[in-house]
């Protein structure tokens, strides 16, 4: 018996499909809504925390679904086996099964030590918090000097993908809890132009560099590293003083005592800790310094609580199963593509490009865990922006073209900057486009509008027509504070690890990464030796020659 069957083999699947075929194209959610006044109550889903101010609300009413279809995807998860994946992975079991690892974020914020897996290095956790505790409130408190005794006014966190956008998405977010006398920079891409602006607004006698990289090899950070490294020691001369301003990240000692940074600032996390999961773990040094250590133990907790939830909460009331399920009816029932995350707050800007790793690396994947490719749509095409700006920019597509994008709308009832008629317009918005989603507008309606010549006008009326059933989860908090932000990461975590144990794929490796880096160091060397008459030689397409030698001949000499 396969242990990850295709997700399409099931009988749930099967029956969703027949569910589909029959009604789901027609599922009107202006009907449903009227034949249900408890349409509301029955499908929200309140999530409470016993331990933090973690709270919210997740109204799934306006999804394209019946009672039928609910049960039938919950049927799925069962079949699915979705209940005993999860308790593996909580188990610290191997679930990435490529890497043979572990996948244990849930072990970096389990601070009550509720779950306790009985893995190497989880023990360890508490210890490296405190590390990271004394050395953040150091710097914070002024007592960790620089080379020429002054204090640290400047963060430079040298790291990409998961050792970057974490921190970036949370330092943004918290940005109401930060150190405003801290200056924080995140350089990432390998670009000359990311670390010459830092290190431009940047001075050597106050500046800490983090190196964060859970591999401590990749070509970017290091590259980067060692820049501002060769950048610093213009200044401070002697090599000894790399100590006072460099600090390491990673699971690879060895490499980062070769670059010489001290053992001492080191702060370690372990191979059972993805990099797009690792912002809990020590790559959540910087997000520490910026809104002090007992901010970020809040966001473990409040993770933590959704971790709890998660893994106690029975299926028809576990809000990210929930949400894979009903990400799962869009994606391989309706054929949707993508999947937008629009946060109402403006501290949330970065939070769907964090997504775009945490989602698109996870699932975007063909074949299961058993060798066989799927033949059903995996990962969707992550993207979202900040509201209302993203309704300026792409919601006309999301109202009226001509493919379904699945929306999560999330909002705090609470700004931390109440101005005026700001927050009250804001959250106007915030409920609007949902309702405009679910119920557009007819013919009818937009007739009413027009005058009797322009609704004569053909062209005119069926442009302004809004056709709905454009599904949505709308998610309400009451403000957005280090907890919450800490539960509603770790809900998405899970709706993403859920959908990968329904789709029998491994969410926790990355083997698609691989190649173009093999690549670009094969082509970096011609790059390097700047001769255009080795390229037709040097075994590329004709694209790839024609292109180099078009670098060659016009970069700067
Ligand atoms: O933290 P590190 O080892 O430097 O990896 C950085 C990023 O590179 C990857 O693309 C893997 O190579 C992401 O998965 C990872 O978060």
């Keep these: 018996m396969s242990q990850h069957p295709l997700a399409s083999s099931l009988q749930a699947w099967k029956e969703l499909e027949q569910l589909y075929a029959s009604k789901g194209k027609q599922i009107n959610l202006t009907k449903a809504f009227k034949d249900d006044p408890k349409r509301f109550e029955t499908y929200s889903r309140s999530f409470n925390s016993s331990k933090t101010d973690a709270s919210f609300l997740t109204d799934f009413s306006k999804n394209l679904i019946d009672d039928e279809i609910y049960k039938k995807l919950l049927s799925l998860a069962k079949e699915a086996k979705v209940e005993q994946q999860r308790d593996d992975m909580f188990a610290g079991k191997p679930i990435n099964s490529s890497e043979g690892r572990s996948v244990l974020h849930i072990a970096l914020r389990d601070l009550p030590q509720d779950f306790n897996p009985p893995v190497e290095g989880v023990d360890e956790v508490k210890g490296e918090l405190e590390h990271m505790k004394q050395f953040s409130e ?5 007592q960790w000097k620089g080379y020429t005794g002054k204090q640290i006014d400047t963060i430079v966190n040298i790291g990409i993908g998961g050792s970057d956008l974490g921190p970036v998405m949370v330092c943004e977010a918290l940005k109401p809890y930060a150190k405003r006398d801290l200056t924080a920079h995140f350089v990432s891409n390998i670009d000359g132009t990311h670390m010459a602006e830092a290190l431009r607004a940047s001075n050597p006698e106050t500046t800490l560099f983090i190196v964060a990289s859970k591999t401590f090899t990749t070509q970017e950070t290091i590259t980067n590293a060692t820049t501002a490294r060769d950048w610093f020691l ?40 993805g990099g797009r999961y690792s912002l809990w773990s020590a790559i959540g040094l910087s997000i520490c310094l910026v809104i002090g250590y007992n901010n970020f133990e809040q966001l473990l907790l409040g993770a933590h609580e959704m971790d709890l939830h998660y893994k106690n909460t029975p299926l028809d009331k576990n809000i990210p199963v929930l949400l894979a399920l009903f990400g799962i009816w869009y994606t391989d029932f309706h054929g949707c593509q993508a999947h937008m995350l629009l946060p109402y707050d403006q501290y949330m800007c970065r939070f769907a490009d964090y997504f775009q790793q945490g989602d698109m690396e996870s699932n975007g994947k063909t074949i299961t865990k058993d060798g066989e490719r799927v033949n059903y749509e995996t990962g969707p095409i992550i993207a979202g922006q900040a509201g209302t700006n993203g309704q300026h920019a792409f919601y006309q597509e999301i109202h009226q073209g001509t493919r379904l994008i699945p929306c999560d709308f999330l909002a705090p009832a609470q700004s931390h900057n109440p101005l005026g008629p700001h927050h009250d317009i804001l959250i106007s918005n915030f409920l609007a486009q949902p309702e405009a989603l679910a119920f557009g507008k007819s013919e009818e309606e937009v007739k009413k509008e027009l005058s009797a010549q322009d609704q004569q006008n053909s062209f005119l009326v069926k442009s302004k027509i809004f056709e709905g059933n454009r599904p949505t989860n709308s998610i309400m908090f009451p403000k957005l504070t280090p907890a919450v932000l800490g539960a509603l990461i770790a809900m998405y975590e899970h709706k993403i690890a859920t959908q990968g144990f329904i789709w029998g794929i491994n969410s926790f490796d990355q083997m698609g990464v691989e190649l173009g880096k093999v690549l670009a160091k094969k082509i970096l060397p011609l790059l390097q030796g700047g001769d255009v008459s080795k390229v037709d030689g040097a075994g590329h397409d004709s694209s790839t020659s024609g292109l180099t030698k078009y670098y060659l001949t016009h970069r700067q000499k």
């Design 234 to 273: 213009k200044s401070a001369g002697d090599k000894a003083h790399v100590a006072k301003h460099f600090v390491a990240l990673s699971t690879n000692v060895k490499a980062a005592t070769e670059f010489g940074i001290d053992k001492a600032n080191m702060f370690k996390f372990w191979d059972w800790v």
């Design 138 to 142: 150091q710097v914070r408190n002024g």
